[in-house]
């Protein structure tokens, strides 16, 4: 059977597709050469997949500036809703408060629904614009003695918008409230600075910026900062000990960690350094301003996001992730038309953020999102815009 032409790609929001060569290298080499477990033997091979796997917490230490300083407080997760879960099970307590937004993706959204429903927490959510940006003001109104953590998420997945996170982080540190940033979407794509932003615990996910496989992912963990462990098992270390283990990383891993898996994140993150962020966001930048200048006369397109700004242009606080509708037509059934008439990979309906539409205006059906990658062109937006132009005066 011949298999199926890859489509255009614009669904990077979602997972970074196609990886880079090097990552499928590192992943096969690593399946061939060295796919034991880490850390549960003294032969020479798995002592040297621990030391690339310890090489890589200090990596990523290093690239998210964690001030911890410590590399055993990089821990892995399978992806950001995993370390997400890690983060919030394991420092929410009993009576405590959580302040979230209406932009959170439900790896946010469900974990507190969850234990609000179990009576252990209560929660409120911040307030979103039109341009799907939150005021940091509100933090401080929503304040209650028993705050105990704020998440947030860095960038909408849904518009793109960043979010004031440095103003929010200062607003917790000076009250001593825990801030969990959500960096999904920013991880790779945009600069993501713990310090900077006055971060203290970090989730993220592999396989989106950083152009990793899917499966990874991880949470810094912050100085000063205590994870309840949520989850118990085997680390290879002192298994003697009938209680899990306390100190980092083994106090939030349990089990054989996804170590091919790793590799190709390794792999991803050299190709991340080598471009460097700042220069693929710009080049991104102008992919994503090439397709709103090539759609702008559309009267029933409707780009959500960007509030009453004219002309439409991708700001400095914006992602290349851009959504749409066009009247008449609902997003599912532009979505079917982008992929059978254009062969377009775009993501349509609510993108796992159900509040955030409300915000925008775009629920309940939601919206057609194209989200950029390193590996979209000029070729792929002209396409893009076509398809729109053309499914609009259909």
């Given amino acids: 059977m011949t298999p199926p ?10 997972t970074s597709f196609p990886k880079p060569p090097e990552v499928v290298q590192a992943m ?146 000076e009250r001593g409230v825990i801030f969990l940033l959500d960096a999904a979407q920013t991880a790779g794509s945009h600069p993501v600075d713990m310090e900077k932003l006055h971060v203290d615990l970090l989730a993220f996910t592999g396989h989106k910026g950083l152009l990793g496989p899917t499966g990874t992912g991880g949470l810094l963990v912050g100085p000063g900062v205590k994870v309840t462990s949520t989850r118990w098992g085997g680390t290879g270390v002192r298994s003697d ?42 080049r991104e930048k102008q992919l994503a301003d090439r397709l709103l200048q090539r759609t702008a006369d559309l009267d029933t397109l409707t780009w959500h996001g960007f509030g009453d700004q004219r002309p439409l242009a991708l700001e400095d606080d914006q992602l290349p992730v851009l959504s749409l509708t066009l009247a008449g037509l609902s997003p599912a059934k532009v979505g079917m038309f982008m992929d059978a008439d254009y062969n377009l990979a775009v993501r349509t309906g609510l993108l796992c953020a ?30 893009a815009a076509r398809a729109l132009r053309e499914i609009a005066k259909a």
């Fill in 5 to 14: 032409a890859l489509p255009v790609y614009l669904d990077n929001a979602a």
């Fill in 241 to 282: 000990q009938p209680g899990h283990l306390e100190e980092y990383p083994y106090r939030l891993e349990a089990g054989t960690l996804n170590a091919v898996g790793l590799a190709g994140l390794a792999a991803g993150l050299d190709q991340v350094e080598k471009e460097t962020v700042k220069k693929r966001a710009a």
């Fill in 28 to 173: 096969v080499h690593h399946l061939q050469t060295a796919a034991v477990n880490p850390g549960r033997s003294g032969y020479d091979l798995a002592l040297a997949l621990g030391q690339d796997l310890d090489l890589l917490r200090r990596r990523l230490m290093v690239f998210f500036n964690n001030p911890a300083r410590d590399p055993d407080r990089t821990v892995f997760c399978s992806n950001a809703t995993a370390a997400l879960n890690t983060a919030i099970g394991g420092v929410c307590r009993p009576g405590d408060h959580v302040i979230a937004s209406v932009l959170e993706h439900n790896s946010v959204l469900r974990p507190l629904h969850e234990l609000a429903r179990r009576g252990i927490i209560s929660y409120d959510l911040l307030d979103a614009d039109r341009r799907g940006l939150i005021d940091p003001g509100q933090v401080v109104k929503l304040l209650r003695p028993e705050t105990r953590l704020v998440v947030l998420t860095h960038a909408s997945n849904v518009c793109g918008r960043i979010q004031p996170a440095a103003a929010v982080g200062r607003i917790c540190r």
């Fill in 354 to 383: 159900p509040l955030a539409h409300r915000a925008l205006g775009t629920a309940p059906e939601g919206t057609v999102r194209l989200s950029l990658g390193p590996f979209s062109t000029e070729e792929h937006i002209d396409l």
